[in-house]
């Protein structure tokens, strides 16, 4: 408990996002903090360790640069599927959002270390790889020039054990025809694509600085489904926005109902200190932000019983979870269920299955968004 963990504390250090963000802030209002670092000191961890424990007052921030990006894994999934992060930080530079002042430019891992981590994790066991950064799809443009996603998922795919590849998160004006064509040709890679696109209005995505337009969307969504068989996609919405006005949320929610894209979260805007858009006067009251959250979660839930209602009577592959001890039954996923942000797929089956395994199921019913 917690009384006992305090008897052998010997020091507290502050990292991370926090200390990168609000270095004077917790130096202020936190003065028993032994040592505040940003990001970049993270290489450094353990010679800050071993100052502090010599009672040395340590508070370094080093350039967001200097974060490694490389190194030993220590795996806190379970050990048949892990993230495996490709870039670090952002330069999309949305108006919205204050990641590319905390964690610096987009940079990129090079292709060698990330085939190298891959190789290793598929070593130990592991099955399904998650590939995320801010910026999916931005992959290789600051260190060779050009896109180079498709070209790495291509390399990743020839590790043997590595049988799923899921990528989060692609912006949607950087998926290339190369991309799409990679997604559509290779069977490791699961037919199932997050496009944050935060807003479907011109006006609110301008005011956001995002690169798209409505109709390009549009455009986006039907050639991804034309060229990719069984794509489900997955986004992220914005609601209250500075210019979100009535007209501008319920052209969201038909956007929604038409495309029925099978995943979406919602989330209320808040003001992000620093950021352009905290600056910005046409402002949506906070209760209605979060009002018009749950109004958009509300279209979305029937759009999500009509897949899952689709998908009645279909045998998919499943990767299994393990035992669920409540429901008596297995539980897992597909290609269409993300790991932590989707829902399940719960499953009987006559002989034994371990978690790992690779099941066939047949979808019999559904129930709160679960299979």
Known sequence: NLGNLLKYLVAVIVTGCLAERYRDEILQEIPEVDAV???GANGDIDKIVDEVLDGK???VFPDKKELPMCG??????PDYWAYLKIAEGCSNCCTYCAIPSIRGPFRSRDEESIGEEAKTLANGGVKELVLIAQDVSS????IYGEYRLAHLLDLICEIDGIEWIRLLYCYPDKITDELI??????EKICNYLDIPIQHCNDTVLKAMRRRETKAGLEALFAGLRRRIPGVVL???LITGLPYEDEAAFEELCDFLGEQKLQRVGAFAYSPEEGTPAAKMLNRVDADEARHRAELVMEVQAQVMDQFNDSRMGDTVEVLCDGWDGQSMSYVGRSYAESPGIDGSIYFTSD???EAGDFVRVRITGAMDGEL
């Not at 030993?72 to 999934?77: A, G, N, W, Y």
């Not at 064509?181 to 290779?186: K, S, V």
Request: aromatic fraction near 4%.
């Open 37 to 39: 670092v940003g990001i």
């Open 57 to 59: 007052q340590t508070n």
């Open 72 to 77: 030993e894994r220590v795996l806190t999934t």
């Open 139 to 142: 992959y290789g443009i600051d």
């Open 181 to 186: 064509d990679t997604i559509a040709g290779e």
């Open 234 to 236: 997955r986004t992220s």
């Open 351 to 353: 002989s034994p299955v």
